[in-house]
């Protein structure tokens, strides 16, 4: 090949990528849609079935569980009697009313199954939107079998709920980007009310508070309408907040917004044993050495009121924090490394080749989507920063691992699916060639 012509490749590219993408007949679109989402339901479902259908939670599972029962019983906010106020109502009060008809585990696993059905169809509503129906169809059938999009069907835990509305306030954002008056108007006010429903599940979604009006901007819609409908988003979004924090105040007489949790996430995951070789707090064990908080603080803290541990140990480890600045690129550098790990430590062996085979080639054709997304993207689809930054800030202050990545999993998976249908064609099209010859 000479060198003119090698000149030319990015040229041809480039050509190429502002085509549009063959696009598969409605016909056969709607059948092969409806064929994805039933292997989607049951492959599920089998793995519910699997793991143990009705088997009794443990850990995180546990609290949500009971604390949905308690709820459906009508009860307070309790686990076993005891008031929380370390656990987001958001998927509690999802489930409530399904346990109030049968609080059993096995309602949880089915309410998950059908979540997840919706995040795969969200997903394909999303990539057909940004990207057309080839992708869309791509985007869903990946999402389907997708190990990790699976994984937690059978654990009463929060993820299962924020996939599905982190989809529909990127949905919301697409349909705000294109209207205008009153129109704009409503989709702000829904765009608040879901991510509302966003933070009260996982609290970490706070942050997309600061990194929507970012993503707005980015996504090129002007200052003036990135000014307008944050604030209309903010607003709804912190008046959905408030009858929960009102409901805080009532039973502890002092202010908890959402959760009194971050104190101990962040002395548990911003220590210096989560740097060390073999040892339980690599892992981001909740417990964390004495240096940050001493023993004797400690037995002074264990019988405090959760809110009262949470100030001081957000304070101490700020304190260390700020008395051992080098420590702080170390630990973010071991977070993003967890955050993006294809092969990640304190896992079964089985467990580390499913995620390898899985993540590992999504990712990268993720980064090839995203290079051509470079020539063929419009900058609206930057909207989906809003979602993908709080994630990614989350696991930099706090926890980082493949399970923290969940709420944008789907977003990697739509630009994998990018890359994938831009593929197909450049193979279909030297296959072609070869015959010819």
Known sequence: MDKTH???IPIMVKSFLKRSLPQPP??????????ILIASALVRLSWVMYIGLGAPPENDAFDYHHLALSLAGGG???IEGKPSYRRAPGYVLFLTPFYAFAPYVETGQFIN???GIVAVFLAYLLARRCFGPLVGLISTGICAIYPLLIKYCPLILSENLIVPLNL???LLLLALFNSGGKRALTYSMFAGFILALAILTRPMMLSALLFLPLSLLLAGRGFKYTIINSFLI??????CLVPWTLYNYHRTGHLIPIVTNSGRLLAASNNPKVLEEDNPFKKYDIYFPDEIL???QKAELTNAPPWVEDEALQKAILNYLSEHPRLIPRLLGKKIVDLFDPWPENHPRIFRLVHLFSFAPVMLLALWGLVLWAFRGPRKYLLMLAVALPTIFSALIFWAGSRFRLPMEPF???LASLGVAIILPLLHKRRAANHTD
Not at 26 to 35: K, N
Request: charged share 10%; proline share 3%; hydrophobic share 60%.
């Open 76 to 78: 307070g906010y309790e």
């Open 234 to 239: 903010t607003t709804v979004a912190l008046a």
């Open 113 to 115: 199954i059908a979540l």
């Open 294 to 296: 001493s023993a004797e």
């Open 6 to 8: 090698i000149t030319r």
């Open 412 to 414: 990697i998976i739509i």
């Open 168 to 170: 529909t306030l990127v």
């Open 26 to 35: 409605p016909t056969i679109l709607r059948t092969v849609l409806i064929a």
